[in-house]
């Protein structure tokens, strides 16, 4: 049993130097397979995250959201509406909501301009989203305009930035008085753009929405769900580009392993050849290169996965940036939180280290079993 | 120990077009505690029937005794058992693995048998004493001379401490200073008592004094004398 121990402690300590006495050509494989890790696992946790975040900013959305309809086009919503609506039952709550969209011809971008209670704004006050902050150059205190329907100009003065937890949905917010907002879009008093409601239970979403339009036929509502779903497909169709660069980081992969798979070098060969002759066992030859390289795609792992790590949730995944912005104009540096799914941890694992494991060992197998009398030549 | 030929073949590449009778029917006795010599001109077959000798490949047909054991046609795991403890090979090229040391490569045979370190360590470093190898014990390989790689490659050749002691075309790389060392070194482990078997088609080989038996081989085949 000690012999047993000794003799694994010399097999890996030999296996150590091998690896040293080619230093050169193992930090280069360890450099390329990192490499390849590193752009599977930023694939990998970045979309996991996109849908994570995204899910998060649904669970703080409205249950459901009441337009109206007129001639089939979304049209704005009287505001008496919200007593007829309150007086369903099972609804907890209902908002008024004045919304729109405004283009910024300076910077060819297009702002979400919208009435909140949460802020307390005097009519030439705006609270901006982070994006808007960037693109225009404006911090808290300077000056901001809008042009109105009609194409007039006002000015604003930006009050503060939201520091919204998730920037993916605030970044190109400006949050604006209700007069300064009728005012812009000439809206007049009585009128909304949407509503939004709470319901009491959850499961009674759909029995609310059905009373919806049978009380008020004009309006449609949207549930949250529905919503989930539009917002699932946006990332799918993100995804798929993103999967395109899964595929080539897999293929360099395969390409990878198959020219490990392919042979060894003579002078592999002769070592191996010399180890046996001199009275080393088949096993302990496997064993050692078993080794040797398990070290290697371990430590390119470890590497690749840490640095995939740090570049999705510290660095706002930077280099799929030009992927995901498409026509936003207004790309959100959002945070995303740190998440690590063990399941996809051990598909990534296996999907790497163990054909990279077996690539290695066939060609190795191979020449340990061969009579060792070429090394005689 | 006593090792014992009878009939052996070794036929390369069998029933391919470039099927190859390297060996012929060879018989001979191998006596123990001696120096004996292959001679013969180049290909003759002497690296073939060394290497069967020392199971680094096995013969086509015929049987090798070691001692009362049968060794041919084992399997490979008993070969590799045998390779470690009665046979130390020196090969042509010395064949030490470059960029590790030279103590390092002196340790590799024993670090199968899982000995203790300091041990096997000492044990070493004595053999290199003895065959004036201490100043360059830690140098890697590569930085060696003929002459002291030849040595490196007996002290790895030794450290298992084998019977028999196999060199092939031992003095084909040195020099005549050094191949005249390798000849004393080589009659001294004979008085040790270690069987040595050699190959060499060099006259300072199979001439010196040293050597207690001269068998001479020619197209695969010994010669009688
Ligand atoms: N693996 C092999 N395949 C085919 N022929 C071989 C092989 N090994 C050796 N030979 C041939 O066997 C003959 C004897 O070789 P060898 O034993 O090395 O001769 P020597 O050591 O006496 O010079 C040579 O003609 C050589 O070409
Ligand atoms: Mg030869």
Redesign the pocket.
Known sequence: MKAFIRKQGFLIDFTLSSLMRRKGKNIGLLIVYGLIVFLLASVMLFSHALRKEAGLVLQGAPEIVLQRMVAGRHALIPADYLDAIESIRGVAGTEGRLWGYFYDPAVGANYTVMVTPDYELSGNEVVIGAGISRIRGVAEGDFFSLRSDKGKTYVFKVKSLLDSESELVSTDLVLISEKAFRVLTGIPEGRLTDIILKVRNPREVQKVAEKLVARLPDTRPILREEILRTYDSIFAWRQGIVFVLLLGALLAFVIFAWDKASGLSAEEKREIGILKAVGWETGDVLRMKFWEGAIISFSAFTLGYLAAYLHVFYSSAVLFEPVLKGWSVLYPQFDLVPFVDGLQLATLFFFTVFPYTVATIIPIWQASITDP??I?? | MRIELSNIE?I??RGRH?E?R??RDVSMEIAPNRITC?K????????????MIGCLSRPTSGRILLGERMISGLPERFLTDIRRHTFGFVFQRFNLIQGLTVLDNIMIPAYPLGLDHGELKRSAKLLLKQFGLERVSNNPVQWLSGGEAQRVAICRALINDPGVLLA??PTANLDLKNSREFMELIGNLSESGKTILM?S?DPLVYESPVVDEVVE?HD?QIMVK
């Open positions: 009398d070429a005689m030549r | 070794k390369f590449n470039n190859f390297a060996i292959l013969g001109a180049s290909g003759s077959g002497k690296t073939t029937l060394l290497s092939d075309e190959t088609h081989m695969g």
